[in-house]
Structure formats: C-alpha cells, structure tokens
C-alpha cells in the first residue's frame, strides 16, 4: 500500500511540473510572437516551431502520466476491495464465534461485543455497545473485577480471571474471562480483548455433593429472609451528580444492573443543564463537591421545581459518616445514605423514592 501511494504520489509531483513546463514554454510563444516586428521572421519562426515541438512533448508526457495515475487509481480500488473483504471475514468470524468475545476500553466500557457474548448476557446484541462490562458482573465480585482492571497497566501478559456474571434476568454463572491487553505506541492501554467462557458446567461435574444440614445446624442468618429488591426497574431515570468518577461508575453499575436509565454528571452545574433537558424519576446527589455542594444544587433545584410545577425525590450520598441527616432533609433532601452503604441499600432507596416498593 505504501508503494503504491508512492508512486501515485510521484506521477502527481511530474504532472504538476510538466504543467509548469507548460506555461513556461506557452510565455516563450508569446515573447516571440511580440518579437516579431523587431527581429527577422525566419529567426522567429524557427524559435516558435522548437517551442511548439516542446509543447507537443509536454503534453504526450501528461497523457503518459495520465494514463499511469489511472492504472494506480484502479490497483488502488482493487486493493481497497481486498481488505474490506478481508476485514469482513475477520469480522464474521468474531461475531459469529461460538466463543463469547467483548473488546473493551482500559475501564472496561464495552466497544464492540459478538452474538455468543450477547446470548450468555441475555441482553439484545446492539445494545452492549457502551455499557459497563461491570453491570453484568455479579455484586458479590464487581469489586475483585475493578482491582483486577486497576492492575492492568501493570500487566503485559493474557490475565485469565474466575468471575461470576449476571445475565439479565437471570441467574448467575461462573465464567472465565481471558483478558488480551493492546496498548498504543505510549504504552497505555488502548483495549481490552476479553475472551468469555462459560464454565459453570464443569464445575457442577467436578464439585461433590454437599452432605445436608439438619435444621438445628442451619445458621440462624441463612433463615432470614432475603431483601425485598424489585427485580426489574426498567423504565426509571436517575440522575447521579459526583464529583469522583469512580463513584459515579460504580453507582451507575449497580443501577444499571436493574434496568435504570443513568445519566451521570461530575458538576451541580452540568446538573441543572440535564434538569433542562429531561426530568429524571430521583436524583442522587454527592453533598461534598469542591464547585458548589449537594446543600447549594438541591436548593436551585426546589427553585427550579417551583417554576416547572414537578418534583424530584432527591436523596443525598456522603463519604462522612457525621455527615448531619437532619441537614441534608432539612435542605430538601428525601433520604440520606453513606457512601459505604451496600449496593442493595442504595438499589432500595431509589426504588422507595420512585414508588417502586
């Protein structure tokens, strides 16, 4: 390829010099010509025909060069109908792979995702392109999957990882994960490639049966009842406005995982900007922001309610554990909940705050 464009390059570099030659030899006949009252005819005439001679060999050059562009122009064409046929077969044989595969950004934001994964994830396949790969991670080793990535760039080699996904809807399965890294020329991490494999079968082969309890040695915490999450919140709209990116991905995971629609800010101000494009079902709000706090953003939002004649439930989120409660209502919050609460608190609260429980 890089041939190719050389020698095109080359021919444009001689047709744009013969047409120099060109006009050259054109400014010659027309001195000349304008000669011609002072000088003898004959002397003048024989300097136009080797101009004119000049001229005609210019121009057979151009057409040769011409000609030359055009077989290029066309090797080019075939060359650029070989690679997209390559690049398709490539391309079915990773969407059409048996295996599940996902590429991956350094924070693991899905980019591009085949049928196999899609079908273990129990999610409609166009529709994995830009969610979090931790949304389908199971609770229980979402924070084993984000030290994991945080290691990447430390790594060079395959890293095969034993981690428990939740398909939408469904049950949770033990999964292997191969993770290939593709860094750019900087050495940072560029993608991830992520081979997914399903091994949950071959564990039940492997794993003995388990000897039965007697109900006097059943713990009394494994006979209480489990907590009263929806199982689908599908429809809602959340508004999260945090300053750190890490909370606010891992907040958006966790509500995603139900079927909530997130849009996550880092600023009071980019919040007011989305309230004038949608009205979310609840917000959630860090109080600790170093532009304007939770305190100030949930006033001009009950100010901005006033005039649109609607209400948010607002609750408020703290990495202060003495953090006052009663401030936060008080300023116009409905809930308050630490930052160090469980996942399932801050999945019930939402819900409670939208009428979902």
Known sequence: MPGIERVHRQHHDAVFMNDELFRQHFQTIQRQIAALKGEPVAEAWEEITAALEGLQLIYEEMQTSLEVAEVVEQELLQQNQRISAVYQQYYDLFNYSPIGYLVTDANGLIMEANQAIAQLLNVPHPHLAGKP??????????????????????????????????????????????????????????????????VSRYQQTLTQPIEPQIPEQIPPAATMPMSAL??????????????????????????????????????AAAALEALERFRPDVLVSDIRMPDENGYSLIGKIRQLEAKKGWHIPAAALTAYLAEDREKALAAGFESHLPKLAQPTELVEMVARLAGRV
């Open 230 to 267: 929806p199982q689908s919140l599908d429809g809602l709209q959340v508004l999260i406005v945090d300053d750190e990116a890490d909370a606010r991905e891992f907040i958006a995971a966790v509500l995603e995982s139900y079927g909530i629609r997130v849009t996550a800010v880092a600023t």
């Open 133 to 198: 790969l931790a949304v389908y991670v199971a609770e229980s080793d979402r924070s084993t999957f984000r030290t994991n990535l945080n290691r990447l760039s430390l790594s060079s080699d395959i890293q095969v990882w034993q981690i428990d996904l939740s398909p939408r809807g469904g049950e949770p399965f033990a999964a292997e994960l191969n993770v290939a890294i593709a860094r750019n020329h900087s050495g940072l991490i560029e993608t991830l490639q992520i081979g997914v494999y399903d």
